[in-house]
Protein backbone atom coordinates (compact mmCIF):
# COMPACT_ATOMS: atom_id res chain seq x y z
CA UNK A 1 0.00 0.00 0.00
CA UNK A 2 1.36 3.48 -1.06
CA UNK A 3 2.53 5.51 2.01
CA UNK A 4 2.21 9.04 1.15
CA UNK A 5 5.00 12.28 3.27
CA UNK A 6 3.14 13.46 5.81
CA UNK A 7 2.96 16.99 2.82
CA UNK A 8 0.72 18.76 5.91
CA UNK A 9 2.90 19.36 8.13
CA UNK A 10 4.12 22.90 8.66
CA UNK A 11 7.71 21.94 8.70
CA UNK A 12 7.30 19.66 5.28
CA UNK A 13 10.26 20.12 2.83
CA UNK A 14 7.69 20.20 0.42
CA UNK A 15 6.11 23.54 1.41
CA UNK A 16 9.49 25.22 0.60
CA UNK A 17 9.92 27.36 -2.46
CA UNK A 18 12.19 25.81 -5.08
CA UNK A 19 12.87 29.86 -5.47
CA UNK A 20 12.37 32.95 -4.62
CA UNK A 21 8.75 34.43 -5.43
CA UNK A 22 9.06 38.08 -7.25
CA UNK A 23 7.29 40.96 -6.11
CA UNK A 24 3.92 40.77 -7.81
CA UNK A 25 3.33 43.43 -10.35
CA UNK A 26 -0.51 43.37 -11.01
CA UNK A 27 -1.80 40.35 -8.36
CA UNK A 28 -2.88 38.05 -11.64
CA UNK A 29 -3.21 34.79 -12.32
CA UNK A 30 -3.96 31.82 -14.92
CA UNK A 31 -4.72 27.83 -14.13
CA UNK A 32 -3.44 25.26 -15.94
CA UNK A 33 -5.96 22.10 -15.93
CA UNK A 34 -5.59 18.48 -16.58
CA UNK A 35 -7.34 15.49 -16.68
CA UNK A 36 -10.96 15.26 -15.46
CA UNK A 37 -13.93 17.02 -14.56
CA UNK A 38 -13.62 16.69 -11.49
CA UNK A 39 -10.40 18.83 -11.79
CA UNK A 40 -12.30 21.28 -14.12
CA UNK A 41 -14.42 21.71 -11.19
CA UNK A 42 -11.45 22.48 -8.36
CA UNK A 43 -9.42 24.81 -10.81
CA UNK A 44 -12.79 26.48 -10.66
CA UNK A 45 -13.49 26.71 -6.89
CA UNK A 46 -9.50 27.96 -6.95
CA UNK A 47 -10.22 30.59 -9.19
CA UNK A 48 -13.53 31.70 -7.03
CA UNK A 49 -10.91 31.22 -3.97
CA UNK A 50 -8.32 33.50 -5.94
CA UNK A 51 -10.67 36.10 -6.99
CA UNK A 52 -12.09 36.19 -3.10
CA UNK A 53 -8.82 37.52 -2.34
CA UNK A 54 -8.47 40.09 -4.58
CA UNK A 55 -6.48 38.53 -7.65
CA UNK A 56 -7.81 38.68 -11.07
CA UNK A 57 -7.67 36.32 -13.94
CA UNK A 58 -5.92 37.22 -17.18
CA UNK A 59 -6.78 34.99 -20.47
CA UNK A 60 -4.47 33.10 -22.45
CA UNK A 61 -1.73 34.93 -24.12
CA UNK A 62 -1.46 37.17 -21.00
CA UNK A 63 1.26 36.74 -18.46
CA UNK A 64 -0.07 36.71 -15.04
CA UNK A 65 1.88 36.71 -11.99
CA UNK A 66 1.19 33.51 -10.76
CA UNK A 67 0.72 30.48 -12.91
CA UNK A 68 -1.29 27.24 -11.20
CA UNK A 69 -1.38 24.17 -12.65
CA UNK A 70 -3.90 21.65 -11.86
CA UNK A 71 -2.14 18.17 -12.40
CA UNK A 72 -3.92 14.66 -12.82
CA UNK A 73 -1.57 11.43 -12.46
CA UNK A 74 -4.14 8.65 -13.62
CA UNK A 75 -0.96 7.43 -16.92
CA UNK A 76 2.88 8.54 -16.73
CA UNK A 77 1.89 10.58 -20.01
CA UNK A 78 -0.30 12.96 -17.70
CA UNK A 79 2.49 12.93 -14.91
CA UNK A 80 4.94 13.67 -18.39
CA UNK A 81 2.44 16.15 -19.80
CA UNK A 82 2.58 18.17 -16.02
CA UNK A 83 6.18 18.53 -15.74
CA UNK A 84 6.46 19.47 -19.54
CA UNK A 85 3.97 22.38 -18.78
CA UNK A 86 5.89 23.42 -15.80
CA UNK A 87 9.09 23.91 -17.67
CA UNK A 88 7.17 25.56 -20.57
CA UNK A 89 6.00 28.40 -18.57
CA UNK A 90 9.44 28.51 -16.38
CA UNK A 91 11.03 29.46 -20.22
CA UNK A 92 8.54 31.35 -21.34
CA UNK A 93 7.27 33.67 -18.01
CA UNK A 94 10.43 33.70 -16.11
CA UNK A 95 9.04 36.22 -13.24
CA UNK A 96 5.37 34.42 -12.66
CA UNK A 97 5.31 32.37 -9.66
CA UNK A 98 4.37 29.03 -10.46
CA UNK A 99 2.44 26.67 -8.01
CA UNK A 100 1.47 23.11 -8.47
CA UNK A 101 -1.70 21.33 -7.52
CA UNK A 102 -4.06 18.47 -8.03
CA UNK A 103 -3.44 14.57 -7.94
CA UNK A 104 0.26 14.41 -9.41
CA UNK A 105 1.03 16.90 -6.94
CA UNK A 106 -0.08 14.72 -3.95
CA UNK A 107 1.73 12.06 -5.41
CA UNK A 108 5.29 13.45 -6.58
CA UNK A 109 5.88 16.40 -4.35
CA UNK A 110 9.47 16.51 -4.08
CA UNK A 111 10.50 15.45 -7.62
CA UNK A 112 7.87 18.60 -9.03
CA UNK A 113 9.20 20.92 -6.00
CA UNK A 114 12.69 20.08 -8.12
CA UNK A 115 11.79 21.35 -11.09
CA UNK A 116 13.21 24.94 -12.07
CA UNK A 117 10.84 27.89 -11.44
CA UNK A 118 8.49 26.10 -8.96
CA UNK A 119 7.41 28.40 -6.06
CA UNK A 120 5.21 25.22 -3.79
CA UNK A 121 3.47 22.16 -4.64
CA UNK A 122 -0.01 21.24 -2.71
CA UNK A 123 -2.38 18.60 -2.31
CA UNK A 124 -5.80 19.80 -3.16
CA UNK A 125 -6.09 19.47 0.48
CA UNK A 126 -3.79 22.16 1.10
CA UNK A 127 -5.39 24.94 -0.63
CA UNK A 128 -5.78 26.88 2.58
CA UNK A 129 -1.84 26.82 3.32
CA UNK A 130 -1.19 27.88 -0.22
CA UNK A 131 -3.14 30.27 -0.51
CA UNK A 132 -2.00 31.59 2.41
CA UNK A 133 1.59 31.82 1.47
CA UNK A 134 0.36 33.52 -2.00
CA UNK A 135 -1.88 36.29 -0.37
CA UNK A 136 1.14 36.80 2.41
CA UNK A 137 3.55 37.15 -0.70
CA UNK A 138 0.86 39.99 -2.12
CA UNK A 139 0.10 41.67 1.02
CA UNK A 140 -3.41 40.84 0.73
CA UNK A 141 -5.60 39.03 3.18
CA UNK A 142 -6.73 35.53 2.41
CA UNK A 143 -9.97 34.59 1.10
CA UNK A 144 -13.55 34.22 2.92
CA UNK A 145 -13.79 30.91 1.68
CA UNK A 146 -12.08 27.98 2.40
CA UNK A 147 -11.35 24.86 0.69
CA UNK A 148 -13.32 22.78 2.35
CA UNK A 149 -15.88 24.65 0.87
CA UNK A 150 -17.89 23.71 -2.74
CA UNK A 151 -18.50 27.07 -3.48
CA UNK A 152 -18.21 28.16 -6.92
CA UNK A 153 -18.51 31.19 -9.21
CA UNK A 154 -18.65 30.53 -12.63
CA UNK A 155 -17.14 28.38 -15.26
CA UNK A 156 -15.45 30.99 -17.30
CA UNK A 157 -15.78 30.20 -21.32
CA UNK A 158 -17.58 27.22 -20.93
CA UNK A 159 -21.13 26.23 -21.93
CA UNK A 160 -21.58 23.37 -19.82
CA UNK A 161 -20.93 23.48 -15.92
CA UNK A 162 -20.00 20.55 -13.54
CA UNK A 163 -21.16 20.54 -10.27
CA UNK A 164 -18.73 18.20 -8.00
CA UNK A 165 -21.13 15.92 -5.48
CA UNK A 166 -18.17 13.15 -4.40
CA UNK A 167 -14.78 13.49 -4.23
CA UNK A 168 -12.78 10.00 -3.13
CA UNK A 169 -12.85 6.29 -3.90
CA UNK A 170 -12.27 3.24 -1.92
CA UNK A 171 -12.64 0.39 -4.72
CA UNK A 172 -8.90 0.21 -5.17
CA UNK A 173 -9.12 -1.42 -8.58
CA UNK A 174 -5.61 -2.71 -8.90
CA UNK A 175 -4.24 -0.95 -11.88
CA UNK A 176 -5.52 2.75 -10.10
CA UNK A 177 -3.65 5.01 -8.32
CA UNK A 178 -6.51 7.61 -7.76
CA UNK A 179 -7.79 6.11 -4.33
CA UNK A 180 -4.48 7.51 -2.78
CA UNK A 181 -3.96 10.51 -4.30
CA UNK A 182 -7.69 11.32 -4.00
CA UNK A 183 -8.62 9.69 -0.09
CA UNK A 184 -11.82 7.93 0.93
CA UNK A 185 -15.12 8.58 -0.45
CA UNK A 186 -16.68 11.94 0.69
CA UNK A 187 -20.08 13.13 -0.68
CA UNK A 188 -21.74 16.78 -0.23
CA UNK A 189 -24.70 17.21 1.31
CA UNK A 190 -27.37 17.25 -1.43
CA UNK A 191 -29.06 20.59 -0.46
CA UNK A 192 -25.32 22.09 -0.57
CA UNK A 193 -25.15 20.86 -4.11
CA UNK A 194 -28.86 21.94 -5.13
CA UNK A 195 -27.89 25.75 -3.95
CA UNK A 196 -24.52 25.56 -6.18
CA UNK A 197 -27.00 24.43 -9.05
CA UNK A 198 -29.59 26.78 -8.60
CA UNK A 199 -26.24 29.28 -9.12
CA UNK A 200 -25.14 27.86 -12.00
CA UNK A 201 -28.63 27.99 -13.30
CA UNK A 202 -28.74 31.97 -12.62
CA UNK A 203 -25.80 32.47 -14.39
CA UNK A 204 -27.11 31.13 -17.71
CA UNK A 205 -25.94 28.01 -17.91
CA UNK A 206 -28.50 25.27 -19.64
CA UNK A 207 -26.52 21.99 -18.65
CA UNK A 208 -25.17 20.87 -15.32
CA UNK A 209 -22.99 17.86 -14.99
CA UNK A 210 -23.13 16.08 -11.70
CA UNK A 211 -19.79 15.06 -11.08
CA UNK A 212 -17.31 12.86 -8.64
CA UNK A 213 -14.09 10.62 -8.83
CA UNK A 214 -16.67 7.60 -7.65
CA UNK A 215 -19.84 9.01 -8.41
CA UNK A 216 -22.07 5.84 -7.53
CA UNK A 217 -20.60 6.30 -4.51
CA UNK A 218 -22.72 9.17 -3.38
CA UNK A 219 -24.58 9.03 -0.18
CA UNK A 220 -22.85 6.17 1.95
CA UNK A 221 -20.74 7.95 4.17
CA UNK A 222 -23.66 10.57 4.87
CA UNK A 223 -26.18 10.74 7.84
CA UNK A 224 -29.10 10.98 5.39
CA UNK A 225 -30.67 8.22 3.66
CA UNK A 226 -30.03 9.51 0.12
CA UNK A 227 -28.62 8.13 -2.67
CA UNK A 228 -27.55 9.13 -6.30
CA UNK A 229 -30.77 8.87 -7.99
CA UNK A 230 -32.34 11.32 -5.02
CA UNK A 231 -29.24 13.89 -6.76
CA UNK A 232 -30.73 13.40 -10.20
CA UNK A 233 -34.36 13.71 -9.64
CA UNK A 234 -33.75 17.35 -7.78
CA UNK A 235 -31.57 18.77 -9.73
CA UNK A 236 -33.94 18.01 -12.58
CA UNK A 237 -36.52 19.71 -10.70
CA UNK A 238 -34.53 22.83 -10.45
CA UNK A 239 -35.59 23.97 -14.00
CA UNK A 240 -37.35 21.81 -16.69
CA UNK A 241 -35.11 23.73 -19.35
CA UNK A 242 -31.87 22.72 -18.06
CA UNK A 243 -30.25 19.64 -18.78
CA UNK A 244 -28.84 17.84 -16.49
CA UNK A 245 -25.83 15.04 -17.37
CA UNK A 246 -24.30 12.31 -15.40
CA UNK A 247 -20.50 11.72 -15.42
CA UNK A 248 -18.24 8.62 -15.45
CA UNK A 249 -20.22 6.06 -13.38
CA UNK A 250 -19.49 2.22 -12.95
CA UNK A 251 -21.82 -0.17 -14.24
CA UNK A 252 -23.11 -2.07 -11.68
CA UNK A 253 -24.33 1.33 -10.06
CA UNK A 254 -26.64 2.01 -12.60
CA UNK A 255 -29.36 0.17 -11.15
CA UNK A 256 -33.15 0.56 -10.70
CA UNK A 257 -34.03 3.60 -8.87
CA UNK A 258 -31.07 5.95 -11.03
CA UNK A 259 -32.50 4.88 -14.14
CA UNK A 260 -35.97 5.87 -13.11
CA UNK A 261 -34.65 8.78 -11.89
CA UNK A 262 -33.05 9.45 -15.41
CA UNK A 263 -36.44 8.98 -17.48
CA UNK A 264 -37.11 12.68 -16.39
CA UNK A 265 -37.25 14.48 -19.79
CA UNK A 266 -34.30 17.08 -18.88
CA UNK A 267 -32.56 14.09 -17.57
CA UNK A 268 -29.52 13.28 -20.79
CA UNK A 269 -30.17 9.48 -21.51
CA UNK A 270 -26.30 9.04 -21.54
CA UNK A 271 -24.51 7.10 -19.29
CA UNK A 272 -20.24 6.57 -19.66
CA UNK A 273 -19.69 3.04 -17.66
CA UNK A 274 -16.15 2.06 -17.87
CA UNK A 275 -15.71 -1.29 -19.12
CA UNK A 276 -11.59 -1.88 -19.11
CA UNK A 277 -11.82 -5.47 -20.24
CA UNK A 278 -14.20 -7.79 -21.95
CA UNK A 279 -11.86 -11.04 -20.42
CA UNK A 280 -12.90 -12.67 -17.35
CA UNK A 281 -9.61 -12.87 -16.46
CA UNK A 282 -7.98 -9.60 -16.68
CA UNK A 283 -11.76 -8.30 -14.59
CA UNK A 284 -10.57 -10.16 -12.09
CA UNK A 285 -7.20 -9.41 -12.82
CA UNK A 286 -7.76 -5.55 -12.35
CA UNK A 287 -9.75 -6.17 -9.20
CA UNK A 288 -13.09 -4.95 -11.06
CA UNK A 289 -16.11 -5.64 -9.59
CA UNK A 290 -17.70 -7.84 -12.36
CA UNK A 291 -17.48 -9.81 -15.23
CA UNK A 292 -18.37 -9.45 -19.18
CA UNK A 293 -22.01 -11.40 -18.78
CA UNK A 294 -22.74 -8.86 -15.54
CA UNK A 295 -21.61 -6.02 -17.52
CA UNK A 296 -23.65 -7.26 -20.19
CA UNK A 297 -26.40 -7.74 -18.30
CA UNK A 298 -26.33 -3.74 -17.55
CA UNK A 299 -26.49 -3.07 -21.07
CA UNK A 300 -29.55 -4.36 -21.13
CA UNK A 301 -31.20 -2.82 -18.03
CA UNK A 302 -30.21 0.01 -19.07
CA UNK A 303 -31.35 0.18 -22.44
CA UNK A 304 -34.40 -1.39 -21.66
CA UNK A 305 -35.10 1.45 -18.97
CA UNK A 306 -34.16 4.38 -21.56
CA UNK A 307 -35.10 5.28 -24.71
CA UNK A 308 -31.99 4.67 -27.40
CA UNK A 309 -29.61 6.02 -24.69
CA UNK A 310 -25.99 6.41 -25.21
CA UNK A 311 -23.94 4.40 -24.06
CA UNK A 312 -19.93 5.22 -23.67
CA UNK A 313 -16.98 3.27 -22.40
CA UNK A 314 -13.33 3.36 -21.34
CA UNK A 315 -11.05 -0.03 -22.25
CA UNK A 316 -7.51 -0.01 -20.88
CA UNK A 317 -5.34 -2.23 -23.72
CA UNK A 318 -2.04 -4.24 -23.04
CA UNK A 319 -2.79 -5.04 -19.70
CA UNK A 320 -0.49 -7.24 -17.89
CA UNK A 321 -0.81 -11.13 -18.83
CA UNK A 322 -3.44 -9.91 -21.54
CA UNK A 323 -3.28 -12.47 -23.69
CA UNK A 324 -4.53 -12.28 -27.94
CA UNK A 325 -7.02 -14.43 -27.23
CA UNK A 326 -8.17 -11.98 -23.87
CA UNK A 327 -8.26 -8.75 -26.31
CA UNK A 328 -10.33 -10.34 -29.05
CA UNK A 329 -13.33 -10.99 -25.74
CA UNK A 330 -12.98 -7.54 -25.66
CA UNK A 331 -12.81 -6.54 -29.02
CA UNK A 332 -15.86 -9.14 -29.86
CA UNK A 333 -17.51 -7.94 -26.75
CA UNK A 334 -17.62 -3.99 -27.50
CA UNK A 335 -18.82 -4.61 -31.31
CA UNK A 336 -21.69 -6.89 -30.05
CA UNK A 337 -22.46 -4.07 -26.63
CA UNK A 338 -23.04 -1.13 -29.78
CA UNK A 339 -21.00 1.37 -27.54
CA UNK A 340 -21.33 4.92 -28.75
CA UNK A 341 -18.58 5.95 -27.97
CA UNK A 342 -15.16 4.66 -26.85
CA UNK A 343 -12.00 6.29 -25.30
CA UNK A 344 -9.03 3.41 -25.56
CA UNK A 345 -5.61 3.88 -22.80
CA UNK A 346 -2.63 2.15 -22.99
CA UNK A 347 -2.46 0.45 -19.57
CA UNK A 348 -0.10 2.73 -17.68
CA UNK A 349 2.23 1.11 -15.02
CA UNK A 350 1.74 3.14 -11.84
CA UNK A 351 4.48 2.20 -9.14
CA UNK A 352 2.41 1.22 -6.03
CA UNK A 353 -0.13 -0.32 -6.99
CA UNK A 354 -1.06 -4.08 -6.88
CA UNK A 355 -0.78 -4.14 -11.12
CA UNK A 356 2.59 -2.89 -10.98
CA UNK A 357 3.37 -6.18 -10.00
CA UNK A 358 1.84 -8.37 -12.31
CA UNK A 359 3.92 -10.30 -15.47
CA UNK A 360 4.19 -10.23 -17.47
CA UNK A 361 4.42 -7.00 -18.99
CA UNK A 362 2.61 -6.57 -22.77
CA UNK A 363 5.41 -4.86 -25.26
CA UNK A 364 4.31 -1.72 -26.80
CA UNK A 365 4.38 -2.18 -30.36
CA UNK A 366 1.59 -5.29 -29.10
CA UNK A 367 -0.42 -2.71 -27.10
CA UNK A 368 0.06 -0.21 -29.79
CA UNK A 369 -1.61 -2.76 -32.43
CA UNK A 370 -4.54 -3.66 -30.28
CA UNK A 371 -4.75 0.56 -29.72
CA UNK A 372 -4.95 1.03 -33.06
CA UNK A 373 -7.72 -2.10 -34.11
CA UNK A 374 -9.78 -0.86 -31.03
CA UNK A 375 -9.71 2.83 -31.98
CA UNK A 376 -10.65 1.65 -35.58
CA UNK A 377 -13.69 -0.64 -34.19
CA UNK A 378 -14.46 2.70 -31.67
CA UNK A 379 -14.67 5.43 -35.23
CA UNK A 380 -16.88 2.61 -37.08
CA UNK A 381 -19.23 2.62 -33.65
CA UNK A 382 -19.69 5.99 -33.50
CA UNK A 383 -20.16 6.79 -36.96
CA UNK A 384 -22.96 3.74 -36.56
CA UNK A 385 -24.50 5.39 -33.44
CA UNK A 386 -24.60 8.92 -35.10
CA UNK A 387 -25.84 7.53 -38.33
CA UNK A 388 -29.02 6.87 -36.29
CA UNK A 389 -30.48 10.54 -35.46
CA UNK A 390 -30.08 11.68 -39.63
CA UNK A 391 -33.30 13.05 -40.21
CA UNK A 392 -34.19 13.95 -36.23
CA UNK A 393 -34.51 17.45 -34.95
CA UNK A 394 -32.14 17.13 -31.93
CA UNK A 395 -31.57 19.48 -29.03
CA UNK A 396 -27.99 20.79 -29.38
CA UNK A 397 -26.08 22.72 -26.81
CA UNK A 398 -24.06 24.95 -28.87
CA UNK A 399 -20.57 25.60 -27.05
CA UNK A 400 -17.75 27.00 -29.37
CA UNK A 401 -17.78 28.49 -32.57
CA UNK A 402 -14.51 26.85 -34.78
CA UNK A 403 -12.43 28.30 -37.36
CA UNK A 404 -14.31 27.08 -40.32
CA UNK A 405 -17.35 29.49 -39.15
CA UNK A 406 -19.92 26.86 -37.91
CA UNK A 407 -21.01 26.28 -34.07
CA UNK A 408 -20.59 22.91 -32.45
CA UNK A 409 -22.10 21.54 -29.62
CA UNK A 410 -23.31 18.29 -28.17
CA UNK A 411 -27.04 16.23 -28.25
CA UNK A 412 -28.91 14.85 -24.80
CA UNK A 413 -26.90 11.68 -26.54
CA UNK A 414 -23.70 13.29 -26.82
CA UNK A 415 -23.53 13.18 -30.70
CA UNK A 416 -21.42 16.05 -31.94
CA UNK A 417 -23.44 18.41 -33.77
CA UNK A 418 -22.16 21.41 -36.06
CA UNK A 419 -24.73 24.26 -37.64
CA UNK A 420 -23.51 27.22 -39.30
CA UNK A 421 -22.59 30.00 -36.82
CA UNK A 422 -25.25 32.31 -34.94
CA UNK A 423 -23.40 34.23 -31.52
CA UNK A 424 -26.65 34.05 -30.26
CA UNK A 425 -27.37 30.42 -29.63
CA UNK A 426 -23.79 30.41 -28.26
CA UNK A 427 -24.44 28.22 -24.82
CA UNK A 428 -28.03 27.56 -25.58
CA UNK A 429 -29.69 24.57 -26.02
CA UNK A 430 -30.69 24.62 -29.75
CA UNK A 431 -33.37 22.80 -31.81
CA UNK A 432 -31.63 21.46 -34.57
CA UNK A 433 -32.43 19.61 -37.76
CA UNK A 434 -29.98 17.29 -39.26
CA UNK A 435 -29.52 16.55 -42.16
CA UNK A 436 -25.89 15.20 -42.71
CA UNK A 437 -23.27 13.25 -41.76
CA UNK A 438 -19.46 13.21 -41.50
CA UNK A 439 -18.18 10.41 -39.66
CA UNK A 440 -19.06 10.90 -35.98
CA UNK A 441 -20.00 14.10 -36.68
CA UNK A 442 -24.25 15.32 -37.90
CA UNK A 443 -24.53 18.90 -39.92
CA UNK A 444 -27.63 20.84 -39.49
CA UNK A 445 -29.66 23.80 -39.94
CA UNK A 446 -31.11 25.70 -36.74
CA UNK A 447 -34.87 25.29 -36.41
CA UNK A 448 -37.48 22.38 -36.67
CA UNK A 449 -37.76 20.79 -39.96
CA UNK A 450 -41.59 19.53 -40.23
CA UNK A 451 -40.58 16.45 -41.85
CA UNK A 452 -38.29 15.51 -38.85
CA UNK A 453 -38.76 13.03 -35.83
CA UNK A 454 -38.34 15.32 -32.96
CA UNK A 455 -35.34 14.05 -30.51
CA UNK A 456 -37.40 16.75 -27.74
Known amino acids: MLVLPDCAGRNSPFSQRSHSLLPLRSKTFQIETLGCKVNQYDSQRLAEMLENAGFSHVPPGETPDLWFVNTCTVTHAADRKARQLIRRQNREAPRSGIFVTGCYATLEKDLIAGIDGVNGVYGPDEWDRMLEAVCSQAGTPP ?264 MCGYSDRYVRVKAPADAALLGNLTTTSVHRQEGCELMGRIGENATGQSDD
Open 143 to 406: PGIRSSDFGLNCFRGRARACVKIQDGCDAFCSYCIVPHVRGRPRSRPLEDALEEGRRMIGHGFRELVLTGVHLGLYGRDLSESVELADVVSAFAALDRHVRIRLSSLEGPEANGRLLAAMTSPNVCPHLHLPLQSADAEVLRAMGRSYGPVEFYDVLETVRAALPDPAISTDIIVGFPGESDRAFRNTLEFCENAGFSRIHVFNYSPRPNTVAYGIAPRIDQATAGRRSEALRSLAGRLGTEWASKFLGRNLRVLYEKTEPDGW
